[in-house]
């Protein structure tokens, strides 16, 4: 009788801890709002909280949910942005829609719509009342048209290369892809171009590829509101150059990089130079206020003596040997002593890598045979075209950075 009530109060105390715990974790996930923390702050606690996931989670629901669930989420989320089901849901956020009517908008089967909302409402990509799905917070997300495109775009070109990865390497014995024209992503869309090539003969992916990219820098902090731009460009600027550039941004897009730099910096002395291919330049419906200018960074660089040349999100598309070539037409024109190379990049910690900084590598390397780079992989880089003082600087978010150099 001992025994039992021994065991009945161990029980018991047991119970009441798990119910401490439970209630602890419940509370102060009532209290957290995301947007109301600054990004460290932010990011730290996420980490904190996938220590705890870790820790309840036991190894084997971990690894079904990566290799068992995740495939038919992410078809489902496709699926979503596919049949209109977001936007939708999105547009009637008081009284909601039901499967039958997203199948009559969208000529789905109502059996087919349902299979997917059933796995959305589960991950809460949808939140379901009875027979009628609401909105949730992710929701609204994904009916954002940048966030529907980033969703084709990378289900629809990064999946045929993820899953005919294996063969790849199979067949190759396992060696990195020998150029940018022979990687995952020729094996399997089963073409001979590379990636860029392929998104030229593809327009309705390759603005959905642009609207992604645009949705990515919108989610990075800008290198503006963190780097010392006034000791490490302008402080140091020749007044008397003849050519009076202060800073080049080479590949710079629609110019979104100038300006944020303009609007931080409204009196900063020296012109600004914004440069990509010409198919780009002459797109650019409202262009900053800047020189524009048509330039491939794989030809030499047509301006000389900048106090700046820019980069960001560039040399991490190519392997070291390319990279290479579009280094070395910047170095040449370079002033020495003076100029600076300045680019935005990635920046890999040799241990506890961020998730997507380690995503985006693989996916690099799987699409056209480059990868993100450590410090010590960015100074060998840099250092064997002649740049020398690389300085890094790691931003206040996860993984990226600027990286500094000069030419002696």
Known sequence: KLSSQCQFLTQNARMRQELDITGQITAL????????????????????????LE????????????????????????MGVQLGIFTQISQNPEHGVTAQEIAERSGASPIVVDQFLRLLAVTGYVDQHAQRF??????????????????????DIGNCCTSKAPEFFRQ?????????????????????????EWLDQNPALAKDFQQWMALKQ??????????????????????????????????????????????????????????????VVSAIENPPDVELMAHDFFTPQPVKGARTYFMHWILHDWSDERCRSILTN???????????????????????????????????????????????????????VGLSHVTFYQ?????????EAIKL
Not at 55 to 76: F, G, K, Y
Not at 179 to 185: G, I, L, N, V
Request: charged residues 25%.
């Open 218 to 279: 919108e989610a990075t902090a800008s290198w503006t509101d963190w780097f010392d731009i006034q000791k490490h460009i302008i402080d140091g600027f020749d007044v008397q150059s003849p050519d009076n550039v202060l800073l080049v941004d080479v590949g710079g897009g629609e110019g979104k990089y100038l300006r944020e730099f303009k609007e931080k910096f409204p009196t900063a002395p020296g012109q600004l130079v914004l440069q990509d291919l010409p198919n």
């Open 29 to 52: 996930a009532g209290t957290i709002k995301s947007e109301e923390l600054d990004e460290v702050t932010r990011l730290q606690a996420l980490s904190a909280a996938r220590d705890l």
């Open 134 to 155: 609401k909105p949730s917070v992710r929701t609204m997300v994904m009916a954002d048209p940048n966030m529907e495109a980033t969703t084709r775009a990378c289900f």
């Open 395 to 403: 931003s206040p978010g996860n993984g990226e950075g600027i990286i």
């Open 172 to 196: 190759n014995k396992n060696q990195f892809p020998s150029s940018a024209r022979d990687t995952p992503f020729q094996f399997g869309l089963n073409t001979d171009l590379n990636y860029f």
């Open 330 to 384: 910047i170095v040449a024109a370079m002033k020495p002593d003076y100029s600076r190379l300045i680019l935005h990049e990635s920046l890999l910690p040799d241990t506890n890598c961020d998730l997507s900084s380690a995503c985006m590598s693989i996916m690099m390397m799987l699409q056209v045979a480059a990868f993100e780079r450590s410090e010590e992989q960015w100074r060998d880089l840099l250092e064997s």
């Open 55 to 78: 820790t309840l989670e036991s190894p084997v629901e971990r690894i079904i949910q990566d290799v068992v669930m995740n495939p038919p989420i992410l078809t489902s989320i496709r």
